[in-house]
């Protein structure tokens, strides 16, 4: 079976300060792990996914993630954040055995002070 | 391209009553997957529809069902309405069923049950 866990529930940071939001995963399969983002009152939004090749995924907006296969890990990081960055983010792995369905870990919320 | 739209946006319902929620995927996308999203359960997967057949199953009662049509529209209907009910509930969308490809998700919709 496969898991998700992010390690923080609430992670609050000063802007332009960096940023490391933690997910580990379990499977007994080959994954595929994405970051989504959740702004208040809205759908999820993709951030980066991880499918295969390079271990380290980068965004549009400058977050970047880097899939580490030994410690089961997909941590997300921005060097700097802005106030704009606050949402909830979550972590997510789909598998070969499941079509369709994304497992996602609890979330964290990412509050960004001036 | 529009994105996913999900109808209603927000509904009400008592206990004991029946739902139906709409779907529609972005143009040439046959996949949709559907979730619940609770604050203390956070997000769950219900079940995935590609080309009019049900392809995957999550963990809930059969009081949940769903369907998609030949434009791959698709619907959830929950009977029986229990107040644990009361969630968001997320459609995402996805050219095709494989799990490396990445899911659109709508702005849900918000079902209060009372």
């Known amino acids: 079976a496969q898991s998700v866990t992010q390690l923080d529930s609430q992670v609050p940071v000063f802007e332009e300060a960096p940023v490391e939001l933690r997910c580990n995963y379990s499977s007994s399969v080959s994954v595929y792990l994405f970051w989504y983002v959740q702004y208040p009152n809205q759908g999820l939004q993709l951030l980066l996914k991880?499918?295969?090749?390079?271990?380290l995924v980068k965004s549009i907006n400058g977050f970047e993630a880097e899939f580490n296969k030994s410690q089961t890990s997909f941590h997300l990081r921005k060097p700097s954040v802005h106030i704009s960055d606050t949402a909830e983010y979550f972590c997510?792995?789909?598998?070969?055995?499941?079509?369709?369905?994304?497992?996602f870990g609890q979330g964290t919320t990412l509050q960004v002070k001036p | 391209k529009a994105g996913v739209t999900q109808t209603p946006r927000y509904l009400i319902k008592t206990r004991g009553q029946q739902v139906t929620l709409s779907c529609s995927p972005i143009?040439?996308?046959?996949?949709v997957s559907w979730y619940q999203q609770t604050p203390g359960q956070g997000l769950q997967f219900l079940f995935e529809y590609f080309s009019e057949t049900q392809r995957n199953k999550g963990n809930f009662p059969g009081r949940f069902s769903g369907r998609q049509f030949s434009n791959s529209r698709s619907e959830m209907n929950v009977s029986t309405l229990e107040l644990g009910d009361s969630a968001l509930y997320l459609c995402?969308?996805?050219?095709?069923?494989?799990?490396?490809?990445?899911?659109?998700f709508g702005p849900g919709t918000r079902l209060t049950v009372t």
């Open positions: 143009s040439g996308h046959r996949s």
């Open positions: 991880y499918l295969s090749g390079s271990t």
């Open positions: 995402a969308s996805s050219q095709y069923s494989d799990p490396s490809y990445e899911q659109y």
């Open positions: 997510a792995v789909s598998g070969s055995s499941n079509t369709g369905k994304l497992i």
